[in-house]
């Protein structure tokens, strides 16, 4: 490699180059200031800038600490794909069904979800076609140079803490639940965030994957709990479940803000492409991905069809959200007691996710970003505190469960589950004209969900502006950070 620099097109690769880099050089001796890594044949993707030779002792640090990042193969991915995503999906779908009725609540739940299942796979094959992406944000400097790359980062890094700050109010939720002490809430969500923080700390994937197992049974035990209970309780009721009141239909008067909320909690419940990216830069076989996605895919749609259809079914129209919240006062606190372990270890993996981000921006030119001296862990555990205060302030300045979730979906999701996989399909992915015959299928797909994402985009924002402005209007939520229980 010549030291006078490298040439790009557009922050993109050319056609035959992108077709001969479909592996990144290991050598960790040098690294370009974008935080891309250089392929074989000599080129980069995304900005050029100059190249940083490293000492013999930094590159033997580099060694040692490469390979801790790149230990994930197909069943940790599953597995950490799963914690981010089912946790709080599983909690909220109950009360959507309820708004949307059964019907519509199994299309959305259903339908939602194999779009999903296919944007995560687009997202797959960008990785493999451009393994320099680490995370989403470098999607943005691949389409738009460092603007781009900026404006996704800013989007992917506040998803991220906004999702990390639905768990404090959960852990807040589920203290309250248990304890039924009359403490101020609040000393519940700092012991969440000091909960959230510590489960944060390993900064390896593969490492949270350990943690993961311990989290999908906890989820899948807490369910089993509330479809049980809630059974239970809905037969013993007067006229048994045959006079449980709930519809194949939409609830009556249903206004396009409250539908939108709960279609937008179905799309939370879907949003593990986020962090698929960052995931997959840790694979050893990157190539094994699909077996993931299809894993995955099947497990969240049949709990969430399940959970939403079920729930609804046994307890009507009166369901809470989160759904444990319907199981009856002692079978709740069980209930929550066991998913204790889902709250914290899936809002921990969101901290990790964008503290991997973050970190490894600030020190792209220094080993510091591997986290194996003594500085790259104080800098480490530094970043995840200041990343737990911040979702826990978001926390209580937003106190309300359902139309956070929907603030999320509708602001970010929309973008990183439908509407940017698309696009990086017609941009980067597809070979030929959109309407080849080959291609016609998928450029249907994709325009699917390009339309999904910005109906979500628009209308969703819209609708959970409003539905906050309704709730302080009518008093159905308190006031930033105050001491009741929500």
């Not at 959960?170 to 959230?196: D, P, Q, R």
């Not at 479940?241 to 709960?262: G, Q, R, T």
């Not at 603030?407 to 941009?427: E, K």
Request: charge should be negative; include cysteine.
């Amino acid at each position: 490699m010549g030291s006078g620099g490298i040439t790009v097109l557009n922050g993109r690769q050319g056609k035959d180059e992108s077709q001969s880099s479909s592996k990144t050089s290991t050598d960790p001796k040098f690294v370009n200031d974008s935080g891309f890594s250089s392929c074989d044949d000599g080129h980069i993707v995304g900005e050029v800038h100059k190249m940083t030779a490293y000492s013999d002792s930094e590159k033997q640090r580099s060694e040692e600490g490469n390979p801790k990042f790149h230990q994930l193969g197909w069943k940790r991915l599953t597995i950490v794909l799963i914690v981010t995503a089912i946790a709080l999906g599983s909690l909220s779908l109950p009360g959507a069904f309820a708004t949307l009725g059964m019907v519509a609540g199994v299309i959305c739940t259903v339908g939602l979800g194999i779009v999903a299942m296919y944007t995560s796979y687009v997202v797959g094959q960008m990785k493999l076609k451009y393994p320099e992406i680490a995370h989403f944000a470098d999607v943005g400097r691949l389409m738009f140079g460092r603007t781009g790359y900026e404006i996704m980062g800013a989007m992917f890094s506040l998803q991220l803490v906004f999702t990390t700050g639905s768990h404090v109010l959960t852990g807040k939720i589920m203290f309250n639940n248990i304890t039924e002490n009359g403490a101020c809430s609040i000393v519940f969500t700092v012991v969440s965030a000091i909960i959230l923080f510590l489960l944060a700390i390993p900064p390896s994937f593969a490492e949270m994957a350990i943690l993961g197992y311990i989290d999908f049974a906890s989820i899948v035990a807490a369910i089993l709990i509330t479809i049980i209970a809630t059974g239970v309780r809905g037969s013993d009721a007067p006229g048994g479940l045959e006079a449980v009141n709930w519809s194949a239909w939409p609830k009556e008067d249903l206004h396009l803000a409250e539908a939108f909320i709960a279609i937008a909690n179905i799309v939370f419940a879907y949003s593990f492409a986020l962090c698929q990216f960052s995931f997959m830069d840790e694979m050893h076989t990157p190539t094994d991905f699909p077996k993931s996605i299809l894993s995955l895919g099947i497990i969240e749609i049949v709990i969430y069809t399940l959970t939403g259809a079920l729930v609804y079914a046994f307890v009507g129209a009166d369901v809470q959200s989160p759904a444990l919240l319907s199981a009856g006062p002692l079978v709740s606190k069980v209930a929550f007691g066991i998913a204790i372990p889902v709250i914290f270890i899936s809002g921990s993996i969101n901290t990790v996710v964008v503290g991997r981000y973050l970190h490894g921006r600030m020190f792209k030119h220094s080993n510091i970003r591997y986290i194996n001296t003594p500085m790259g862990w104080t800098t480490w555990i530094a970043l995840g505190a200041a990343l737990t205060v911040l979702a826990w302030v978001i926390a209580e300045a937003i106190p309300f469960f359902s139309d956070l979730l929907a603030i999320c979906s509708s602001l970010f999701i929309s973008g990183f589950t439908f509407y940017i996989p698309a696009v990086m399909w017609f941009w980067f992915i597809k070979e030929g004209k959109w309407y080849e015959r080959k291609n016609l299928p998928l450029s249907m797909m994709n325009a699917l969900c390009f339309v999904i994402g910005l109906i979500v985009l628009g209308v969703g924002t819209y609708s959970s502006i409003q539905d906050i402005i309704d709730g302080y209007a009518d008093g159905r939520v308190g006031s930033p950070f105050s001491c009741a229980a929500s």
